[in-house]
């Protein structure tokens, strides 16, 4: 691969790690926090949550605002939020500046979460792209690993004001991010877009493109059709079958459960008996099991496709997220079931929903929508993640609150499984302009 290439892909990757670092290192702190602030249940989920609540507004402005500054510009923007929250969540005692705080961190992964996979897919040529933009969630999941990581080393080496550096830490990784975003080109499709179609095409070659002058033509051409229907409005019949497509894929996988086991990782486990070491530990366990699956995942999703993928996984998540209901049903808790349940299902979810949903947010739209498309695909995915976050807590805390919560998962992952085999086109192995031709009409 290019060197230029992989260096703005693995640079541009670096935002999921941030996005997967702030998405789960609230697990380790969540407990402190409630009793440092003295939150109640649900003003415990909403605090949990409004980093969520964040990103819903980040994917919402992310895709206009990628298209009027450029995508590399808005990343630099992005890392100075992550940097900014974790310092200002370490240092606050105040719990309405630690929501601003946790509020402007969502504002980077949302925003990361459009325009990550964005700048990927607009680089990367379209036999790689797949695997390119995959970088993007194995950054994420590996963000994750770290964070449960991070905790568990903390926890174990920091008696006091321990969630205060489980969150700080977060700054070191945001302002390497920083400064390496200067290091890579802009978006070769965003520079044509603006009229700068020699610096367009130098990035073309720059990135290896196989054939440079053709692919800058098809682009032109593309855009051509965009400025023919100036501002032409998402939510018109031409775009409907790829905007049921990315609104009902981005919710089911939020309804898999992942984000609230991300969060809830450590009180799940405690939930069966465990200490907080050792359900610190265990969280490690999923972080790994979550970054091995996806690793799988980036090696195979461009030769059997993100339909196949997506089917294999519903199937692991249906029966693991069953046992684990039923687990908490029968209030069985011997060894390591649960353990090896949460672990099915984490490979299950990376291995599929994981893997495809931005490669196939960053896909699925038409040049001319494809910015407002993505941003539509993040902001249903993050505003379920947020609505998950905050109702989880609650729903843990009544009498069978586990099973009814895993049993709801599981039938959602049933709905998803038809979903999939019945309607979801296959994306692998067509250029975004091909796409465009085939998909929307």
């Not at 993505?374 to 998950?388: E, R, Y």
């Amino acid at each position: 691969m290019n060197r230029k290439l992989l260096t703005a892909v693995v640079v541009a990757a670096l935002g999921g790690l941030l996005f997967g670092f702030d998405t789960a290192v609230i697990s380790g702190a969540e407990q402190s926090i409630k009793r440092f602030f003295s939150l109640d249940g649900f003003w415990h989920g909403f605090t949990n949550a409004i980093a969520l609540i964040g990103t819903i507004f980040g994917a919402l402005v992310a895709g206009t605002a990628g298209d009027k500054y450029g995508r590399k510009r808005m990343l630099i923007v992005l890392a100075v939020f992550y940097g900014v929250s974790a310092i200002g969540c370490a240092f606050t005692n105040s719990w309405y500046l630690f929501l601003f705080y946790r509020f402007l961190g969502g504002l980077g992964i949302g925003a990361s979460s459009v325009l990550g996979p964005a700048y990927i897919s607009e680089i990367a040529p379209a036999h790689l792209r797949g695997r390119l933009v995959a970088t993007f969630q194995f950054n994420v999941v590996f963000g994750i690993l770290l964070s449960f990581l991070s905790n568990y080393i903390i926890n174990r080496i920091i008696e006091v004001d321990t969630w205060r550096w489980m969150l700080g830490v977060e700054a070191v990784p945001a302002f390497i991010f920083f400064g390496l975003l200067f290091l890579i080109p802009e978006s070769p499709r965003w520079l044509i877009r603006k009229k700068r179609e020699a610096e367009g095409l130098a990035v073309l070659k720059a990135t290896g493109s196989n054939a440079p002058e053709q692919e800058m033509q098809e682009i032109v051409a593309s855009l051509d059709l965009e400025r023919a229907g100036v501002d032409e409005p998402l939510f018109s019949n031409k775009f409907r079958f790829p905007i049921i497509c990315a609104v009902l894929l981005a919710t089911f996988n939020q309804l898999t459960g992942i984000n609230a086991i991300m969060y809830y990782a450590p009180r799940i486990f405690s939930m069966t008996g465990l200490a907080e070491d050792t359900a610190l530990l265990q969280s490690v366990a999923v972080g790994v099991t979550n970054l091995l699956f996806t690793i799988l995942a980036m090696l195979v999703i461009d030769k059997l496709g993100r339909k196949t993928l997506l089917i294999i996984g519903s199937i692991g998540m249906i029966l693991f997220l069953s046992l684990t209901a039923n687990a908490f049903y029968q209030q069985s808790f011997t060894g390591y079931s649960v353990l090896i349940y949460i672990v099915g299902f984490i490979a299950s979810f990376a291995f599929s929903q994981g893997a495809v949903i931005w490669v196939f947010l960053s896909e699925i739209f038409p040049n001319s929508v494809r910015a407002k498309g993505q941003s539509l695909g993040s902001l249903t995915h993050w505003l379920w993640a947020a609505v998950m976050t905050w109702i989880f807590p609650v729903v843990a805390e009544l009498s069978y609150g586990g099973a009814v919560a895993f049993a709801f998962f599981a039938l959602a992952m049933v709905l998803h499984l038809i979903f999939v085999v019945k309607f979801l086109p296959e994306t692998k192995g067509k250029s975004l302009e091909e796409l465009e031709k085939t998909v929307a009409h």
